[in-house]
């Protein structure tokens, strides 16, 4: 077997732009969308959350309409994307339970990045240089609208919103006859059958769902003790039971202290809004952009491997994690059939 590098391509985004940063690409060219007539003009989003929460997180999405300039100072880095435990986490939103997961990332990209632009900072001021290395990470966001660059908007349609109720949360919350693992299994509960509600009984589709988790929550019950030295994780169990619902659609969990602007080491507004809406819409069977690939019949497949150690064996398993094409939409593989015996 012999292994190659392959030289990083380029991105390809609407009208033909080509480019290296994808911020900078969408600024210029436009979503890929715009070239493959697969473009999106709106995405329909519900919500599901306290009626408080839902009122706070439509402030917060309709505040990424309009141009967000990116802070002027230095900020920490957080990586954008990782793969932790075999789950791919595309920005923030998904992510935020397992921050201390990204403290070694975002140190390691915060160096290389210190080093790539190392030549460039040398020659200027420290405030400068400041508001240098942040523009490179975090360009100013043109704003979510129906102009260019993004020609696309969220649209909520308030019958499709549906409201969990505070006093059921405060109930369960205090009800000292469940243990922790029953409370949270019944506040998953909440949310799967307004999920499943809102699947099966809206009148309008939603193309997207953002639940919204109450700080009070997510502090007490996001991990916990499970059995056998194991921890419970709220959020990849919620995700697990919404994804095996029949005709379900996408959904982002969206804790109450990012909405709200309270979360330690939040992005700035910029970042989020960057982060967010190109997610969404990727999420939306959009494409932001595209590889430039000479040969458009190119697939990419990632392989994991899991070694099993025991008393009697010593083995390695693998398996395709991730199949996509040069688009980055999945690729499903069909075997031969073949006789069970």
């Not at 039971?241 to 996408?250: D, H, S, V």
Request: hydrophobic content about 40%; overall charge negative; some cysteine.
């Amino acid at each position: 077997m012999r292994i190659e590098l392959l030289k990083e391509p380029f991105l390809e985004f609407g009208n033909d732009f080509v480019s290296d940063d994808p911020k900078m690409g969408i600024s210029a060219g436009g979503f890929f969308s715009l070239s493959n007539n697969t473009h999106r003009s709106e995405l329909h989003y519900a919500i599901i959350g306290t009626n408080s929460n839902i009122e706070d997180v439509k402030r917060w999405i309709s505040a990424f309409e309009n141009s967000i300039e990116a802070k002027s100072e230095e900020v920490s880095v957080i990586s954008e994307a990782a793969i932790i435990d075999g789950e791919v986490f595309d920005n923030i939103m998904d992510s935020e339970d397992d921050e201390s997961l990204f403290k070694e990332l975002a140190q390691e990209a915060k160096e290389q990045i210190r080093n790539d632009l190392k030549a460039e900072l040398s020659e200027l001021d420290t405030a400068e240089s400041y508001f240098t290395v942040n523009k490179r990470l975090n360009p100013d966001f043109p704003g979510f609208n129906d102009a260019h660059p993004f020609y696309c908007k969220f649209v909520n349609d308030e019958a499709n919103n549906i409201v969990i109720k505070e006093a059921q949360i405060k109930e369960i919350m205090e009800n000292d006859a469940l243990i922790a693992f029953d409370k949270v299994i019944k506040i998953c509960d909440l949310y799967i059958d307004s999920y499943r509600f809102l699947i099966e009984k809206s009148l309008s589709k939603a193309e997207v769902c953002f639940i919204t988790i109450p700080s009070k929550v997510y502090k007490k019950f996001s991990s916990i003790p499970f059995k056998a030295g194991k921890f419970f994780n709220l959020r990849r169990y919620l995700k697990a039971q919404l994804i095996t619902i029949p005709n379900a659609i996408p959904v982002q969990i969206i804790l109450e202290d990012t909405f709200l602007g309270t979360r330690r080491s939040l992005q700035d507004m910029a970042m989020q809004a960057w982060n967010f809406c190109v997610a969404n819409y990727y999420k939306n069977a959009g494409t932001p952009w595209t590889l430039s690939l000479k040969d458009k019949n190119t697939c990419f497949i990632g392989i994991s491997f899991h070694k099993v150690l025991s008393s009697e064996n010593n083995v390695v398993r693998s398996s395709v994690a991730q199949a996509f094409n040069y688009e980055g939409k999945r690729i499903i593989f069909v075997g031969e059939q073949f006789e069970s015996h």
